[in-house]
């Protein structure tokens, strides 16, 4: 204990045996509060050391419980507050338009929050599931944490928003692991990390900290170490490429959303963004981007239109932008798309393609035959339908390029066409979304960080273009080279970065490295779960 102090111990062993005493309305109280400030390490918080504070809290609750359920409660609590806290925004939404959908902002909230906390609530339940040692419980703690999230991401359309490795994006070094074992790799270390300091102390007994339970936290600490040191060194060794020949301009036009369908602002706003595409140095660029919707018309319908669009392209280039699309049957709505179309200087579309990944309650209802609500981002009283799938578009002297519209670039390894090969894959990833929604919450900084994290993991550039913010360049290591921040007006003038010359291991083999890393941390923890068993067994028999 030399280095760490008996007074410090026994104040640690106090509190962790408190956490163990508490019960009733008081645990779930503090689980609750636990999970209020884990969410402040979120993007936009980053506040890192309050994670610790957090996860080694709920790892004593949930050690000391006295049955799984007990500690399900627990992670119920902790996760209702962690969401609560966390994805607050999505209740901006509805304020956009209060006179209709002002009413559902709390229901919306605190419903999302209460069902994404059984994620927890299902973590906290399998750690305490199998007889362990506190270490052991840290550890099987982080394996369930990490598969739960998982499943989150996954699971009917799925909400991979706020993985615990998003809280280290303001260091370039360390969210350079993801292109080997993926966001949900780094969140398992952080994870493991961040309750690692439970293991000094148990709850609900008197010891104090034995030296050996300072090796949990050397190992998680160290890994952290590690992946550091391995992203510095993989930044470092990153070849000097030049960028391409392709110069993008995007076009942040800031357009307010409670009023962007309006008779008159519709006009105003194409106008708007014409004419700050038209910024000086318009000749230098090749492709001028549009974030989604940027056309609040049906484009592909009016020759007009498209040609009022097209006087935004740089010569010989070309303007991408989002557009809904339709189709009619006598004289009616039938189905409507989210889609995003690249004009030639003619007027011409060239390309186009129809989001795939919707957003449920915002662009269809689910269970749209039980519940007749119209959707927060329907056209009408038709709900969105669904594209087929990621694709890649070509256009001629442009790099082939994926495009993804709002938050399917929140998906891990789901932003390439099913089957691309290692010669078949784009050079790029191109998102354009529309975070006017959630107007100056911590909204549009999350989706931004959770964007970002695809180019690192896929090894290619991703180009963001976002109506109020943030609309970015990155680059194929994670780098931000160009960005206009939540809520200004401008254009980005930025070369298109290149794409790394094979794909990362996490685009080879997607959730296997995950799923080998978990499995070797379940072999672990049961090999510490076994050593806890003979060990009480011997005491038992030596009684």
Request: some cysteine.
């Amino acid at each position: 204990m030399s280095g760490f102090g008996r007074p410090a111990a026994a104040r640690l062993a106090a509190l962790a045996h408190w956490f163990g005493a508490v019960s009733g309305w008081r645990r779930s109280g503090i689980a609750f509060g636990l999970g209020a400030v884990s969410a402040t390490a979120l993007p936009p918080g980053h506040a890192l050391p309050l994670l610790v504070v957090s996860f080694t809290g709920l790892v004593w609750l949930i050690h000391a419980s006295h049955s799984p359920w007990r500690a399900a409660v627990a992670g119920w609590w902790f996760g209702f507050a962690h969401f609560l806290f966390s994805i607050y925004w999505i209740g901006a939404a509805m304020l956009t338009d209060p006179s209709r959908f002002g009413w559902m902002v709390a229901p919306a909230v605190i419903g999302l929050s209460a069902g994404f906390a059984l994620f927890p609530a299902l973590a906290a339940f399998a750690a305490r599931l199998p007889p362990l040692p506190i270490t052991g419980r840290v550890l099987a703690f982080a394996i369930t944490w990490t598969a739960a999230e998982w499943l989150r991401g996954n699971i009917l359309t799925g909400f991979p928003m706020n993985l615990m490795g998003t809280v280290w994006m303001p260091s370039v070094g360390m969210i350079q692991s993801v292109a080997a074992v993926g966001v949900y790799g780094l969140s398992f270390v952080t994870v493991l990390a961040a309750a690692a300091p439970a293991a000094l102390a148990t709850p609900g007994t008197d010891e104090l900290p034995r030296r050996r339970r300072w090796l949990l936290p050397a190992v998680a600490f160290g890994l952290l170490a590690a992946i550091w040191v391995g992203g510095q060194a993989r930044l470092a060794l990153a070849p000097d490429h030049a960028p391409t020949e392709v110069t993008l301009r995007l076009v942040q036009a800031n357009i307010d959303q409670s009023r962007k369908w309006e008779d008159g602002a519709r006009e105003a706003g194409l106008a708007h963004h014409v004419v700050l595409s038209h910024e000086p140095g318009l000749d230098e660029t090749d492709i001028v981007i549009w974030p989604e919707t940027a056309v609040p018309f049906f484009m592909d319908e009016s020759a007009t239109i498209q040609a009022f669009v097209s006087r935004a392209a740089p010569p010989g280039g070309y303007v991408i932008t989002g557009a809904p699309r339709r189709t009619r049957s006598a004289g009616r709505t039938v189905a409507v798309w989210n889609s995003l179309h690249a004009l030639s200087p003619a007027g011409a579309i060239t390309a186009s393609y129809d989001k795939h990944h919707l957003v449920p309650f915002g662009e269809y209802m689910p269970l749209r035959g039980i519940v007749n609500l119209r959707a927060l981002a329907a056209a009408g009283t038709v709900d969105s339908s669904p594209g087929p799938g990621p694709r890649t578009l070509s256009l001629p002297g442009v790099p082939p390029f994926s495009p993804l519209i709002c938050y399917e670039a929140i998906f891990p390894g789901e932003v390439l066409a099913d089957g691309t090969q290692p010669d078949e894959r784009p050079q790029w990833l191109l998102n354009v979304t529309n975070d006017a929604w959630f107007g100056h919450t911590a909204g549009p900084y999350q989706h931004f960080q959770a964007a970002r994290m695809r180019a690192i993991e896929e090894g290619m550039p991703l180009v963001r273009a976002a109506n109020t913010g943030i609309s970015a360049v990155v680059d194929s290591y994670g780098r931000v080279v160009g960005r206009l921040g939540l809520g200004e007006i401008g254009v980005l003038d930025v070369p298109l970065p290149p794409a790394l010359a094979a794909p990362t291991p996490m685009a080879r083999l997607g959730d296997w490295i995950l799923a080998i890393l978990l499995l070797l941390a379940a072999v672990a923890t049961l090999a510490i779960g076994i050593r806890h068993w003979l060990r009480s067994k011997r005491r038992d028999q030596g009684e």
